[in-house]
T-cell receptor
Framework: DVKVTQSSRYLVKRTGEKVFLECVQD?????MFWYRQDPGLGLRLIYF???????EKGDIPEGYSVSREKKERFSLILESASTNQTSMYLC?????????????FGPGTRLLVL | SQQGEEDPQALSIQEGENATMNCSYK?????LQWYRQNSGRGLVHLIL?????REKHSGRLRVTLDTSKKSSSLLITASRAADTASYFC??????????FGTGTSLTVIP
């Protein structure tokens, strides 16, 4: 079974703090993704990565950065957290190319920025 | 940009009834997928239908795809209380980047 784990289920941070969200997958997937999910807006892609040290902006990258130093780990960084970044953050992974038709999701991190 | 849009936004049915939810999308696709999300959890892949397929079954799930109308439907037959969840369609116009809709919230009343 594919397993995608996220470092925290719940996180409370203060405005201006630097926040790290970690995601690890154990299936040797090439692709990894970070989404945020907000009521009425569905899932929106923040960043994705097709390979180690590679990253591509998604639809809403502003205020976020990412790091992929190892194939199994994809980190989302909020450089200076703001209240409008309060959200549910979902990490996903998939194989690359034609095998990448299915994404596997972690359990999510619910972040509250005060 | 958001590709998929589910309809209805919320659906409440009695256990044993069928549940139908629809998805409309904007551009041409390679495939369309349906995912399920239990409250406060991650999404789980349910079924994939390719652009050259019209219908697909998996257990109590039936998915149809009409590329001319850019729409898909998910039918859950003989619903159970455990089917209570949000359901999302996802499209992959190119490559491995997916676009998810806003979801249909299904409540199955025992």
């Amino acid at each position: 079974d594919v397993k995608v784990t996220q470092s925290s289920r719940y996180l409370v941070k203060r405005t201006g703090e630097k926040v790290f969200l970690e995601c690890v997958q154990d299936m040797d997937h090439e692709n990894m993704f970070w989404y945020r999910q907000d009521p009425g807006l569905g899932l929106r892609l923040i960043y994705f990565s097709y390979d180690v040290k590679m990253k591509e902006k998604g639809d809403i990258p502003e205020g976020y950065s990412v790091s992929r130093e190892k194939k199994e780990r994809f980190s989302l960084i909020l450089e200076s957290a703001s209240t409008n970044q309060t959200s549910m953050y979902l990490c996903a992974s998939s194989f690359g190319g034609a095998r990448g038709e299915t994404q596997y999701f972690g359990p999510g991190t619910r972040l509250l920025v005060l | 940009s958001q590709q998929g849009e589910e309809d209805p936004q919320a659906l409440s049915i009695q256990e044993g009834e069928n549940a139908t939810m629809n998805c409309s999308y904007k551009t041409s696709i390679n495939n369309l997928q349906w995912y399920r999300q239990n409250s406060g959890r991650g999404l789980v892949h349910l079924i994939l239908i390719r652009s050259n397929e019209r219908e697909k079954h998996s257990g109590r799930l039936r998915v149809t795809l009409d590329t001319s109308k850019k729409s898909s439907s998910l039918l859950i037959t003989a619903s159970r209380a455990a089917d209570t969840a949000s359901y999302f369609c996802a499209t992959a116009p190119t490559g491995n980047q997916f676009y998810f809709g806003t979801g249909t919230s299904l409540t199955v009343i025992p």
